[in-house]
């Protein structure tokens, strides 16, 4: 199984963009969203920005992983 999980441009060049998830920067593949600027939230699967998000968006999205990864434990 596959998750899309938002993350924050930090900088753009060209098609590729590095994005931070938390503290850990990964380069993402812009080709699906060429208009994502530095200070975008952005949903990333299998290395692809797919959509554009806001921050308020983002951070219920990540919230949610959290009490997910809370939720788990103890398993």
Known sequence: ??????????????????????????????????????GDWVIVHTGFAIEKLDEKKAMEILEAWAEVEKAMEGF
């Open 1 to 38: 199984m596959c998750l899309a999980v938002p993350g924050k441009v930090i900088e753009v060049n060209g098609p590729v963009a590095v994005v931070d998830f938390g503290g850990v920067k990964r380069e993402v593949r812009l080709d699906l969203m060429p208009d994502t600027k530095p």
